[in-house]
């Protein structure tokens, strides 16, 4: 099959379809969420293992689409309200999880030899975290309406941006030999117009095209559900289009996008359709092709060639991210055991360290080995992320300690919700 000159392997994705939804209805019905069973279900038909699925251009073109409509998605089921309530909170713990690993993982490059850039590479992989993978991780584990996952989506969308100015600091030194300060504060400055400009659209004009549609629905009917999903659609694009233009990751436009997207003032039916449609899209097809295929950099050389030095960064990348998240959370009104579930969110780390070694490696800052060993201990915190949360939510859940954003408290059940809005 053939589309727009590059051709598309039908079977490659069918493959891919069928051992992420089989692994994933596993994984779930084992009491894990389907993001596991996916992320396995890479590793072992992929490259590393059988080799029976294969990475393409068609896969990447998906999994994009899949993390950018996952985020869409995920955004819908924020309150912005609620995200603002615990904004200083967010904050305390992104600070938390990007000092002390970024601290550790410097020494750790000081320690084993690398290069002041490689070092400070390596403390930055540290440092990261993945929106994306731990946004999958609460809607699995139905975790969005509780106040940690609140403040895990805003620590790690405050984390996402710090790493982009950091980054650039770190690049423009191993490269220049001098912190390019300029390139820093335009990059602090891009950022910041991207969520002015975000929130202006949000809150100033986009009520006005909702209340033009629904005048248009009531008046004259021809607008109906396909078209609230792409306007939707639009909107969302629009934001990513902004991130992009100011050198952030699509998937943050998305995500800001979505919370506007639950704003919207429509008709029930309409704004029901459009959030199923979106739901329907990235967890159900998308989504699962890119967490399959983001598995497939993975390789198990590293087993038996640098395993000391593996374990030796898997302890500091756990230490460093569960520790800082649960130290800096001590002076919020966060719970000490809330505190140190956080962390065990913020460690999943997934694509934004596999970004960031990959640029390392094209640099020539690091070399194939620890190339190889980051790209792993990205897969695999973010692969235990599941396994740590589910066990620490049981654990605020047995304590009366999971606190959902309407004030209750207790089991891991959500309070019962009559309006997709919640």
Not at 172 to 178: C, E, R, W
Not at 284 to 310: H, N, Y
Request: aromatic share 10%.
């Amino acid at each position: 099959m053939v589309a727009g000159g590059a051709e598309i392997d039908v079977l490659n994705l069918l493959l891919v379809l069928v051992v992420a939804w089989t692994f994933g209805a596993a994984a779930e019905r084992v009491g894990y969420p389907a993001m596991m069973g996916e992320l396995l279900a890479g590793v072992a038909f992929g490259p590393a293992m059988l080799g029976l699925l294969e990475p393409s251009e068609t896969l990447d073109v998906l999994a994009e689409l899949g993390v950018f409509l996952l985020m869409v998605y995920v955004g819908m089921e924020v309150d912005l309200d609620d995200l603002f309530a615990l904004g200083s909170q967010a904050l305390a713990v992104a600070v938390g999880a990007f000092v002390i690993p970024f601290g550790l993982g410097y020494g750790a490059g000081v320690a084993i030899g690398t290069s002041t850039g490689g070092a400070l590479f390596l403390g930055l992989a540290m440092a990261a975290t993945s929106l994306a993978t731990k946004s999958r991780i609460l809607v699995d584990l139905d975790l969005l309406d509780t106040r940690i996952a609140g403040i895990l989506l805003g620590g790690a969308l405050i984390s996402d941006v710090g790493v982009l100015v950091v980054f650039a600091a770190v690049l423009g030194f191993v490269q220049a030999g001098t912190v390019d300060a300029l390139a820093v504060v335009i990059t602090l400055v891009e950022a910041l117009a991207f969520f002015a400009a975000t929130l202006f659209i949000g809150y100033r004009f986009l009520p006005h095209v909702w209340s033009q549609f629904d005048a248009l629905r009531r008046r004259y009917g021809f607008v109906n559900e396909t078209t609230a999903f792409t306007i939707a659609l639009a909107v969302a694009l629009v934001f990513a289009a902004l991130a992009d233009l100011a050198g952030l990751h699509v998937i943050i436009g998305g995500f800001v996008a979505g919370m506007f997207l639950r704003q919207a003032d429509l008709h029930e039916s309409l704004y029901r359709h459009m959030h199923d449609v979106i739901y329907d899209l990235a967890i159900g097809f998308f989504a699962p092709v890119f967490f399959v295929t983001v598995a497939f950099d993975i390789t198990l050389d590293v087993f038996t060639q640098s395993l000391g030095l593996l374990a030796l960064l898997v302890g500091v990348a756990f230490v460093g991210k569960i520790a800082g998240s649960w130290l800096f959370s001590l002076p919020t009104n966060l719970t000490s055991r809330e505190g140190v579930v956080i962390g065990f969110g913020m460690n999943g780390r997934g694509t934004v360290e596999i970004i960031i070694a990959a640029v390392a490696l094209s640099n020539g800052i690091i070399g194939q080995e620890l190339f190889s060993i980051l790209v792993f201990l990205a897969m695999f915190t973010t692969a235990m992320v599941p396994v740590t949360m589910k066990w620490g939510i049981d654990w605020l859940s047995a304590a009366g300690e999971l606190v959902y954003t309407d004030g209750s408290t207790g089991s891991t059940e959500p309070p019962a919700e009559t309006d997709v809005r919640g």
